[in-house]
């Protein structure tokens, strides 16, 4: 079954202790991205990567990094996180028709 | 930066009804169109796919596409209230990067 895997689902912590949300894809895209999405601001993408070792800036980069050393993972990494992070997190695969197809999502809380 | 515009609703539409929902994007050079459909707290799941002026159906949704208007509809017939969601409309704005609206959120009441 083609998926798109987050982990963790839920997470609550603190300012400034690092974590890392997991998204893995077994479709074999080469594309693939990051969003959060917020009440009233929509989706917003955060970093997306168009291969290995290829990664560039969404529209809402700061706070955030990404690592894409192998073509199915593309780890998120918040080094510091604010309470202004706290969002429902989604990543996303594309095909070459640019259809995204999205993973469960990952809500983060930072107290 | 390229725009997509959605009426951010409620949509509300008796079960049965034809449900109408709209959107507008700001590039001229569009060329492919998405609605995705999001329940709250899951995550979008792509519904309908456009990538010419006209219409294409699929079952009860229906994708229409007016390029020189710079339009985007989706109609959803005999509404069902399983279809209560929000919509997201999506055009490209970079290499498989999409840019979304806000998304339209459509009641269907029993």
């Known amino acids: 079954e083609a998926q798109v895997t987050q982990n963790p689902r839920y997470l609550i912590t603190v300012t400034g202790k690092k974590l890392t949300v997991t998204c893995s894809q077994n479709m074999n895209h080469e594309y693939m991205s990051w969003y959060r999405q917020d009440p009233g601001l929509g989706l917003r993408q955060i970093y997306y990567?168009?291969?290995?070792?290829?990664?560039d800036k969404g529209d809402v980069p700061e706070g955030y990094k990404v690592s894409r050393k192998e073509k199915r993972n593309f780890p998120l990494i918040l080094e510091s996180p604010s309470p202004n992070q706290t969002s429902l997190y989604f990543c996303a695969t594309s095909d070459d028709r640019g259809e995204q197809y999205f993973g469960p999502g990952t809500r983060l809380t930072v107290l | 930066q390229k725009e997509v515009e959605q009426n951010s609703g409620p949509l509300s539409v008796p079960e049965g009804a034809i449900a109408s929902l709209n959107c507008t994007y700001s590039?001229?050079?569009?060329?492919?169109f998405f609605w995705y459909r999001q329940y709250s707290g899951k995550s979008p799941e792509l519904i309908m796919s456009i990538y010419s002026n006209g219409d294409k159906e699929d079952g009860r949704f229906t994708a229409q596409l007016n390029k020189a208007s710079q339009y985007v509809s989706l109609l959803i017939r005999d509404s069902q209230p399983s279809d209560s969601a929000t919509y997201l409309c999506a055009v490209p704005s970079g290499y498989s990067t999409l840019t979304f609206g806000k998304g339209t959120m459509l009641l269907v009441s029993p």
């Open positions: 990567s168009m291969n290995v070792e290829v990664t």
């Open positions: 590039d001229r050079g569009s060329q492919s």
